[in-house]
Protein backbone atom coordinates (compact mmCIF):
# COMPACT_ATOMS: atom_id res chain seq x y z
CA UNK A 1 0.00 0.00 0.00
CA UNK A 2 0.93 3.71 -0.81
CA UNK A 3 0.74 6.42 2.31
CA UNK A 4 1.42 9.41 0.61
CA UNK A 5 1.71 12.00 4.02
CA UNK A 6 2.82 10.31 7.29
CA UNK A 7 3.29 11.66 10.93
CA UNK A 8 5.21 10.38 13.23
CA UNK A 9 4.04 11.62 17.07
CA UNK A 10 3.48 10.47 20.72
CA UNK A 11 2.65 13.54 22.32
CA UNK A 12 -1.10 15.56 22.39
CA UNK A 13 1.09 18.13 20.15
CA UNK A 14 1.30 15.74 17.83
CA UNK A 15 -2.55 15.15 17.69
CA UNK A 16 -3.18 18.60 17.31
CA UNK A 17 -0.99 18.40 13.99
CA UNK A 18 -2.52 15.81 12.28
CA UNK A 19 -5.63 16.62 13.14
CA UNK A 20 -4.62 20.68 11.90
CA UNK A 21 -2.72 18.81 8.47
CA UNK A 22 -6.47 16.92 8.21
CA UNK A 23 -8.67 19.68 8.34
CA UNK A 24 -6.91 22.50 6.70
CA UNK A 25 -4.43 21.17 4.40
CA UNK A 26 -5.00 17.02 2.83
CA UNK A 27 -5.54 13.88 4.27
CA UNK A 28 -3.19 12.36 6.71
CA UNK A 29 -3.14 8.91 5.46
CA UNK A 30 -0.83 7.17 8.35
CA UNK A 31 0.26 7.90 11.90
CA UNK A 32 3.48 6.07 13.25
CA UNK A 33 3.73 6.22 16.82
CA UNK A 34 4.31 3.98 20.29
CA UNK A 35 2.44 1.72 22.09
CA UNK A 36 1.57 2.54 25.50
CA UNK A 37 4.00 -0.42 26.98
CA UNK A 38 7.35 1.48 25.34
CA UNK A 39 6.08 4.55 27.14
CA UNK A 40 7.05 2.13 30.68
CA UNK A 41 10.71 2.07 29.24
CA UNK A 42 10.99 5.37 28.17
CA UNK A 43 10.25 8.81 29.46
CA UNK A 44 7.55 10.59 27.37
CA UNK A 45 6.08 14.08 28.97
CA UNK A 46 2.97 14.74 27.70
CA UNK A 47 2.15 11.41 26.05
CA UNK A 48 -1.03 10.57 24.42
CA UNK A 49 -1.77 7.49 22.58
CA UNK A 50 -3.16 8.09 19.22
CA UNK A 51 -5.45 5.58 18.44
CA UNK A 52 -8.13 8.03 19.14
CA UNK A 53 -7.03 9.48 14.99
CA UNK A 54 -8.51 5.97 13.54
CA UNK A 55 -12.14 6.74 15.32
CA UNK A 56 -12.03 10.31 14.47
CA UNK A 57 -10.66 10.12 10.83
CA UNK A 58 -10.27 6.95 9.26
CA UNK A 59 -6.45 7.52 9.76
CA UNK A 60 -4.84 4.08 10.67
CA UNK A 61 -2.27 4.20 13.36
CA UNK A 62 0.85 1.69 13.32
CA UNK A 63 1.77 1.25 16.77
CA UNK A 64 5.85 0.36 17.18
CA UNK A 65 6.96 -1.91 19.84
CA UNK A 66 10.13 0.44 19.98
CA UNK A 67 10.98 3.61 20.16
CA UNK A 68 13.60 3.98 17.95
CA UNK A 69 11.41 1.66 14.85
CA UNK A 70 13.39 -1.56 14.99
CA UNK A 71 11.29 -3.82 16.58
CA UNK A 72 10.22 -6.74 13.58
CA UNK A 73 7.18 -5.44 13.43
CA UNK A 74 7.80 -2.16 12.55
CA UNK A 75 10.56 -3.26 9.93
CA UNK A 76 8.30 -5.46 8.07
CA UNK A 77 5.43 -2.91 7.64
CA UNK A 78 7.85 -0.37 6.49
CA UNK A 79 9.16 -2.88 3.74
CA UNK A 80 5.61 -4.03 2.67
CA UNK A 81 4.63 -0.53 1.74
CA UNK A 82 5.69 1.95 0.32
CA UNK A 83 5.88 6.16 1.47
CA UNK A 84 5.92 9.70 0.10
CA UNK A 85 6.75 12.26 3.21
CA UNK A 86 7.11 11.99 6.80
CA UNK A 87 6.69 14.95 9.60
CA UNK A 88 7.57 14.42 12.97
CA UNK A 89 6.21 16.05 15.64
CA UNK A 90 7.18 15.17 19.44
CA UNK A 91 8.88 12.18 18.48
CA UNK A 92 12.43 12.25 20.72
CA UNK A 93 14.11 9.79 19.04
CA UNK A 94 16.68 9.53 15.60
CA UNK A 95 14.90 8.03 13.18
CA UNK A 96 17.15 5.26 11.25
CA UNK A 97 18.30 5.34 8.11
CA UNK A 98 16.37 1.90 7.07
CA UNK A 99 13.07 3.98 7.92
CA UNK A 100 14.29 7.18 6.21
CA UNK A 101 15.62 5.71 3.12
CA UNK A 102 11.47 4.21 2.86
CA UNK A 103 10.68 7.87 1.70
CA UNK A 104 10.68 9.09 -1.59
CA UNK A 105 10.85 12.81 -0.53
CA UNK A 106 12.45 12.31 3.06
CA UNK A 107 11.30 12.73 7.17
CA UNK A 108 10.63 16.70 7.93
CA UNK A 109 11.04 17.48 11.83
CA UNK A 110 11.57 20.58 13.78
CA UNK A 111 14.30 21.89 16.28
CA UNK A 112 14.78 25.51 17.58
CA UNK A 113 17.21 27.46 19.68
CA UNK A 114 18.67 30.98 20.21
CA UNK A 115 20.95 30.91 16.75
CA UNK A 116 20.68 28.85 14.03
CA UNK A 117 21.64 25.01 13.65
CA UNK A 118 24.23 23.45 14.25
CA UNK A 119 24.43 25.17 17.47
CA UNK A 120 21.94 24.42 19.77
CA UNK A 121 21.70 20.57 18.76
CA UNK A 122 20.48 18.20 21.00
CA UNK A 123 17.44 17.65 23.62
CA UNK A 124 14.79 19.40 25.06
CA UNK A 125 15.64 22.55 23.01
CA UNK A 126 12.52 24.83 23.79
CA UNK A 127 13.01 24.08 27.82
CA UNK A 128 16.53 24.79 28.00
CA UNK A 129 15.64 28.29 25.94
CA UNK A 130 13.57 29.19 28.46
CA UNK A 131 16.09 27.89 31.56
CA UNK A 132 19.27 29.94 29.73
CA UNK A 133 16.77 32.82 29.72
CA UNK A 134 16.31 33.49 25.56
CA UNK A 135 14.24 35.56 24.50
CA UNK A 136 13.38 34.40 21.03
CA UNK A 137 13.40 30.79 19.44
CA UNK A 138 13.95 30.26 15.73
CA UNK A 139 12.05 27.13 14.73
CA UNK A 140 13.92 24.87 11.79
CA UNK A 141 11.87 22.42 9.69
CA UNK A 142 14.66 20.66 8.51
CA UNK A 143 15.13 16.91 6.82
CA UNK A 144 16.17 13.87 8.93
CA UNK A 145 19.77 12.50 8.13
CA UNK A 146 21.02 9.66 10.89
CA UNK A 147 22.76 12.87 12.47
CA UNK A 148 21.41 14.63 15.44
CA UNK A 149 19.23 17.86 14.30
CA UNK A 150 21.55 18.14 10.74
CA UNK A 151 21.54 21.86 9.55
CA UNK A 152 19.23 20.48 6.05
CA UNK A 153 17.49 23.54 6.31
CA UNK A 154 13.40 23.58 4.67
CA UNK A 155 12.50 26.83 6.25
CA UNK A 156 12.73 28.62 9.40
CA UNK A 157 10.09 31.03 11.64
CA UNK A 158 11.09 32.76 14.94
CA UNK A 159 9.17 33.61 18.00
CA UNK A 160 9.64 35.75 20.93
CA UNK A 161 9.99 34.35 24.73
CA UNK A 162 8.58 36.74 26.75
CA UNK A 163 9.57 36.93 30.49
CA UNK A 164 5.22 36.15 31.37
CA UNK A 165 6.29 32.40 29.28
CA UNK A 166 6.43 28.96 30.77
CA UNK A 167 7.05 25.96 28.84
CA UNK A 168 3.27 25.53 27.67
CA UNK A 169 3.05 28.68 26.67
CA UNK A 170 6.02 29.19 24.44
CA UNK A 171 5.04 25.71 23.14
CA UNK A 172 1.92 27.31 22.00
CA UNK A 173 3.71 29.25 20.22
CA UNK A 174 5.97 26.53 18.61
CA UNK A 175 2.37 24.90 17.10
CA UNK A 176 1.32 27.68 15.72
CA UNK A 177 4.97 28.49 13.94
CA UNK A 178 5.28 24.75 12.94
CA UNK A 179 1.93 24.68 11.49
CA UNK A 180 3.30 27.68 9.39
CA UNK A 181 6.35 25.98 8.27
CA UNK A 182 4.37 22.39 7.38
CA UNK A 183 2.03 24.60 5.18
CA UNK A 184 5.09 25.33 3.37
CA UNK A 185 6.68 21.88 3.47
CA UNK A 186 3.42 20.27 2.08
CA UNK A 187 2.44 23.06 -0.84
CA UNK A 188 6.24 21.94 -1.94
CA UNK A 189 5.37 18.44 -1.81
CA UNK A 190 2.83 18.91 -3.70
CA UNK A 191 4.67 21.49 -6.30
CA UNK A 192 7.29 19.45 -6.33
CA UNK A 193 9.75 22.38 -5.35
CA UNK A 194 11.34 21.13 -2.09
CA UNK A 195 14.69 22.77 -1.44
CA UNK A 196 17.15 22.00 1.04
CA UNK A 197 20.06 24.54 2.36
CA UNK A 198 22.91 22.68 3.82
CA UNK A 199 25.28 25.31 4.07
CA UNK A 200 25.88 26.91 7.49
CA UNK A 201 28.30 29.84 9.27
CA UNK A 202 27.32 28.50 12.88
CA UNK A 203 29.51 26.70 15.07
CA UNK A 204 28.43 23.25 16.21
CA UNK A 205 26.89 23.23 20.03
CA UNK A 206 25.07 20.72 22.14
CA UNK A 207 21.85 20.72 24.84
CA UNK A 208 22.50 17.99 26.79
CA UNK A 209 19.60 15.53 28.15
CA UNK A 210 17.22 16.44 31.15
CA UNK A 211 15.91 14.65 33.40
CA UNK A 212 13.31 14.83 36.26
CA UNK A 213 16.42 15.15 38.38
CA UNK A 214 17.37 18.19 36.29
CA UNK A 215 14.21 20.20 38.08
CA UNK A 216 15.74 20.53 41.64
CA UNK A 217 15.73 24.13 42.83
CA UNK A 218 18.99 26.02 44.30
CA UNK A 219 17.53 28.96 46.21
CA UNK A 220 20.99 30.21 46.63
CA UNK A 221 20.74 30.52 42.89
CA UNK A 222 19.39 34.41 41.60
CA UNK A 223 15.73 34.92 41.29
CA UNK A 224 16.14 34.98 37.40
CA UNK A 225 17.84 31.53 37.41
CA UNK A 226 14.88 30.10 39.82
CA UNK A 227 12.22 31.88 37.67
CA UNK A 228 13.53 30.30 34.64
CA UNK A 229 14.42 26.97 35.88
CA UNK A 230 10.71 26.32 37.26
CA UNK A 231 8.75 28.17 34.04
CA UNK A 232 10.99 25.96 31.93
CA UNK A 233 9.59 22.51 33.50
CA UNK A 234 6.45 23.42 34.25
CA UNK A 235 3.51 21.36 32.97
CA UNK A 236 3.66 19.13 31.45
CA UNK A 237 7.04 18.20 32.10
CA UNK A 238 7.72 17.46 35.53
CA UNK A 239 7.85 20.08 37.38
CA UNK A 240 11.10 22.18 39.60
CA UNK A 241 10.84 20.73 43.07
CA UNK A 242 12.87 21.32 46.46
CA UNK A 243 12.47 19.99 49.84
CA UNK A 244 11.52 21.24 53.05
CA UNK A 245 13.63 21.56 56.39
CA UNK A 246 11.95 23.06 59.63
CA UNK A 247 13.89 23.74 61.95
CA UNK A 248 17.63 22.04 62.30
CA UNK A 249 15.96 18.86 61.48
CA UNK A 250 16.13 18.13 57.41
CA UNK A 251 13.08 16.02 55.87
CA UNK A 252 13.21 13.21 53.93
CA UNK A 253 11.74 12.21 50.30
CA UNK A 254 8.18 12.66 51.93
CA UNK A 255 9.02 16.61 52.49
CA UNK A 256 8.75 17.27 48.33
CA UNK A 257 7.67 19.76 47.17
CA UNK A 258 6.75 20.73 43.71
CA UNK A 259 6.54 24.23 42.28
CA UNK A 260 4.70 24.59 39.35
CA UNK A 261 4.03 28.10 38.74
CA UNK A 262 6.27 31.17 40.57
CA UNK A 263 7.38 34.49 39.80
CA UNK A 264 10.01 37.48 41.30
CA UNK A 265 8.21 39.08 44.21
CA UNK A 266 10.23 41.76 45.36
CA UNK A 267 14.24 42.88 45.45
CA UNK A 268 14.15 45.79 47.73
CA UNK A 269 12.09 44.51 50.95
CA UNK A 270 15.23 44.03 53.23
CA UNK A 271 14.77 39.60 54.43
CA UNK A 272 18.51 39.80 55.43
CA UNK A 273 17.02 38.13 58.47
CA UNK A 274 16.00 35.12 56.59
CA UNK A 275 18.41 32.83 54.79
CA UNK A 276 17.95 31.63 50.66
CA UNK A 277 14.93 29.44 50.76
CA UNK A 278 13.04 30.31 54.05
CA UNK A 279 9.21 31.22 53.98
CA UNK A 280 8.90 34.49 55.00
CA UNK A 281 5.48 34.68 54.82
CA UNK A 282 1.64 33.33 53.11
CA UNK A 283 -0.52 34.77 51.79
CA UNK A 284 -3.56 33.27 50.33
CA UNK A 285 -1.77 30.02 50.44
CA UNK A 286 1.18 30.78 48.41
CA UNK A 287 4.71 31.38 49.49
CA UNK A 288 6.63 34.03 50.14
CA UNK A 289 10.27 32.94 49.88
CA UNK A 290 13.56 34.55 50.17
CA UNK A 291 16.23 34.07 47.32
CA UNK A 292 19.91 35.51 47.28
CA UNK A 293 18.87 38.84 45.50
CA UNK A 294 15.25 39.37 46.68
CA UNK A 295 12.23 36.68 46.84
CA UNK A 296 10.07 34.67 44.93
CA UNK A 297 6.28 34.20 45.37
CA UNK A 298 5.47 30.35 44.55
CA UNK A 299 1.66 30.81 43.60
CA UNK A 300 1.20 27.41 42.56
CA UNK A 301 2.94 24.16 43.88
CA UNK A 302 1.68 20.61 45.35
CA UNK A 303 3.17 19.04 48.35
CA UNK A 304 1.87 16.26 51.39
CA UNK A 305 3.30 18.86 54.00
CA UNK A 306 1.93 21.67 55.29
CA UNK A 307 4.31 24.23 54.99
CA UNK A 308 4.51 27.24 57.58
CA UNK A 309 6.10 30.35 58.14
CA UNK A 310 9.89 29.89 58.50
CA UNK A 311 10.37 26.21 57.11
CA UNK A 312 13.26 26.27 54.24
CA UNK A 313 13.49 25.00 50.69
CA UNK A 314 16.52 23.67 50.01
Keep these: ?41 NQV ?34 KENEFEIGICMGWQRLIPKSVLDCFKYGIFGFHGNAGYLPFGRGRSPLNWSIILGDTRFNLNMFKYDENADSPNIFATEMFSITPHDDIRTAQYKNMICSKNLIKKLLKAYKDDTISIRRESKDYDSWYSKRTAE ?45 IWRAHPFDEMIDFSGYEPGEVVDIFDEKLIVRTIDGSLLIDEYDTDTEIIIGDVLY
Design 1 to 41: MKYNVVVFGVKDTSENIVSFIQENICPVDLVITISPEVTKK
Design 45 to 78: SGYKGLSILTEKYGIPVHEADSYFLTDDKTQTFL
Design 214 to 258: DGKVDFKARTRDIYNLIRGVAAPFPGAFAFIKRGESEGDFNNKIT
